[in-house]
C-alpha cells in the first residue's frame, strides 16, 4: 500500500522559510514523479510543484518560481519542498501525492496516493 506523509509544515512571519518533506513508502520513489498541492478551506487545490521521476524536470506555479526549490532523495524515499519568502496568501495546508502517468501534472485529478497534508501559517 502506497503511503505518503508530510512533515515541516508550521508558523513562520512573512518573509520566512520553511521546508517541507515527503516521506513514500509501499513504492520505489525513483519511478514515479511527485507533486506538491496546496489547498484553502473553500477553495481547489492548486499546484505548486512537481518532479519527474529523474529528476529530468520539474514544474512551478508562476508565482512561486524563483522562491520555492523542490528536490528528491530516491535513496531515502523522501520529496523535499524548500520555501522561501513566504506571504500570508500562501497559508494554506500543503499536500504531496504521487503522478498518474500521463495525466495532467499541474491538476490535481493527474495524482493519486494523497498524504494527510501539513499545515503552513504565514502570518505577522
Known amino acids: 500500500q502506497v503511503q505518503l506523509v508530510e512533515s515541516g509544515g508550521g508558523s513562520v512571519q512573512p518573509g520566512g522559510s520553511l521546508r517541507l518533506s515527503c516521506a513514500v513508502s509501499?513504492?520505489?520513489?525513483?519511478?514515479?514523479?511527485i507533486g506538491w498541492f496546496r489547498q484553502v478551506p473553500g477553495k481547489r487545490r492548486e499546484g505548486v510543484s512537481c518532479?519527474?521521476?529523474?529528476?529530468?524536470?520539474?514544474f512551478y506555479r508562476d508565482s512561486v518560481k524563483g522562491r520555492f526549490t523542490i528536490s528528491r532523495d530516491n535513496a531515502k524515499n523522501t520529496v523535499f519542498l524548500e520555501m522561501n519568502s513566504l506571504q500570508p496568501e500562501e497559508t494554506a495546508v500543503y499536500y504531496c501525492?504521487?503522478?498518474?502517468?500521463?495525466?495532467?501534472?499541474?491538476?490535481?485529478?493527474?495524482?493519486?496516493?494523497w498524504g494527510q497534508g501539513t499545515k503552513v501559517t504565514v502570518s505577522s
Open positions: 501525492a504521487k503522478k498518474l502517468p500521463g495525466y495532467n501534472l499541474a491538476s490535481a485529478t493527474g495524482y493519486d496516493s
Open positions: 509501499g513504492v520505489t520513489l525513483d519511478g514515479y514523479a
Open positions: 518532479i519527474s521521476n529523474s529528476n529530468v524536470w520539474t
